[in-house]
């Protein structure tokens, strides 16, 4: 059995199926542009299909149409969501406020979520982690300092509008070099991933495919 | 025009070295691979804390309740997925009960192939939950702490879930799996503060490290798993300390982390590329 619970040949159709997506896209390496746009047209058409099925299966249905059916009076929030998730479905005929009501709610909420939970789980705990105790060494003092000096550049990178004097704009300016630098750390990160992927791809066209070093 | 259908060739052109890089990139890489396979980045003697923290916060579970909140993303969980199976053998062999739950459409995707693994891997079904998939992001979260439980769940786990209040609260710590999107930030940011009671462990691919390691040194992480070397570590662990026996049935801890060879050839050829094009006439920076 397959680790899908299929049976053996459907296994092997699978890795096939598999190693012929991965040619198809990488086609494009040598020019060839139609094999590239099937293997894109594909992934994007399953893509679809696949986040059509789990907003349907695992989202309106059990959360919103069942509750609704088995209890509605009992379920007066489904009965919002609804009224919210129609008049946004419906927004291009509508009135322009009652398609911003509901856009409003859902930009607000997540807002509301995100920045809370920024300010309480990483801003204050790391301010406070930040702040070296009494009897600390060396290095640790260093550290924090260091990144108080970092953050306080940062910030002072993101002034934007109000005069500033020279030495802010050398201050600033040393600041956003420090967000290019971060950036390009994290560029970095992300070209490493992507290596290990494709080395990952490689790997599977060796072993899983053409049966290489099992 | 002397563009073909099926090629993409420049008019009035013979295709040229350049043309041919990205394909000689991949033929290279794959010779790595092939070759150089059995060369995992390993670790040199000196163990990474990151490793052995999430070995023994893994093995403090004993036979408890795992959440295991699985939102790895496909551009990146082949960094972390050696790491991800050789945790779940660590949980199958000590006896604890995984619950999957996802709050991202890759992740959930992935965590069905995973859940699927294990059941074919012959993982009791009384220690398996699938909690499915949870719209909504960081709201879906917060819901979490106060019922993550779907109704549909069925089973003596989801049972004893039920009977411990349904929420995050009801496991005994939670195993984040992140990817780019859903990873450590967002738990620690919206779980940690509301049921302080429950250690959040992490594995999380290398791109997440700026992001994800302030929080073991605060603690808002008990364990972190980051990156292809702590995976290497990890993964070397979990291997000499299983028996062959329930652990290696359950999952293949064989699956090897990425080989160290083809990365390394990768980042080389990856600057070789960058460097052409940052010679290239018309580059920024250049006069055009």
């Known amino acids: 059995m397959s680790g899908f619970g299929w ?208 | 025009m002397t563009e073909r259908r099926w090629l993409r060739v420049r008019p009035g052109s013979r295709p040229t070295l350049r043309d041919a890089l990205p394909a000689l990139f991949v033929v290279l890489l794959a010779v790595a691979t092939l070759v150089g396979g059995s060369v995992t980045i390993e670790a040199d003697g000196a163990t990474d804390a990151g490793a052995t923290g999430l070995h023994a916060a893994l093995d403090a579970q004993g036979r408890g309740r795992m959440l295991v909140a699985f939102d790895a993303d496909v551009g990146t969980y082949a960094e972390v997925r050696p790491a991800v199976r050789a945790a779940f053998a660590q949980l199958v062999r000590d006896g604890a009960s995984l619950s999957f739950v996802s709050l991202t459409g890759e992740g959930r995707a992935l965590a069905l192939a995973e859940i699927e693994r294990l059941r074919s891997g012959g993982v009791e079904a009384n220690r398996l939950l699938d909690l499915g998939y949870r719209a909504g992001a960081e709201a879906a979260l917060v819901d ?52 302080p009671g429950v250690p959040l462990l992490a594995i999380a691919p290398s791109i997440a490290l700026p992001q994800a390691s302030p929080y073991l040194a605060t603690r808002q992480l008990a364990a972190l798993v980051v990156g292809a070397r702590q995976v290497a570590d990890y993964v070397a662990i979990v291997r000499d300390d299983a028996t062959p026996t329930e652990a290696r049935a359950a999952v293949r801890i064989t699956d090897l982390p990425p080989a160290a060879f083809p990365v390394l050839l990768g980042i080389v050829l990856t600057l070789l590329v960058l460097a052409e094009a940052a010679a290239r006439p018309g580059a920024a920076g250049t006069s055009r």
């Open chain 1, 7 to 214: 049976p053996e040949g459907w296994a092997t159709l699978g890795v096939w199926v598999a190693a012929a997506a991965t040619l198809l896209s990488w086609s494009i390496l040598v020019g060839a542009r139609r094999p590239f746009l099937w293997a894109q047209r594909l992934l994007a058409g399953m893509l679809t299909g696949y986040l059509a099925l789990l907003a349907i299966r695992e989202v309106l249905v059990p959360r919103l149409v069942a509750p609704l059916v088995s209890d509605p009076a009992g379920n007066p929030l489904a009965v919002v969501a609804l009224v919210l998730g129609g008049v946004l479905v419906g927004s291009p005929w509508l009135p322009r406020w009652m398609g911003a009501a509901p856009v409003a709610i859902l930009v607000g909420g997540t807002a509301a979520f995100a920045l809370g939970g920024a300010m309480v789980g990483t801003v204050l705990p790391q301010i406070i982690g930040t702040v070296p105790p009494p009897g600390v060494g060396l290095a640790s003092l260093g550290g924090g300092l260091a990144t108080a000096v970092i953050a306080s550049l940062v910030l002072i990178a993101f002034l934007h509008g109000a005069p500033r004097s020279a030495g802010m704009r050398l201050l600033g300016g040393i600041g956003r070099w420090l967000i290019l630098g971060g950036v390009g750390v994290w560029l970095g990160y992300l070209v490493l991933a992507r290596i290990v992927l494709l080395s990952d791809r490689l790997a599977f066209l060796g072993t899983e495919w053409l049966g290489m070093g099992r």
């Open chain 2, 144 to 195: 979490a702490t106060r019922s993550i439980v779907p109704a549909a769940a069925t089973g003596t786990l989801a049972d004893a879930l039920r009977a411990s209040g349904a929420s995050v609260g009801a496991f005994d710590a939670v195993l984040v799996i992140g990817g780019s999107d859903i990873g450590p930030r967002a738990w620690v940011e919206q779980v940690g503060p509301r049921v």
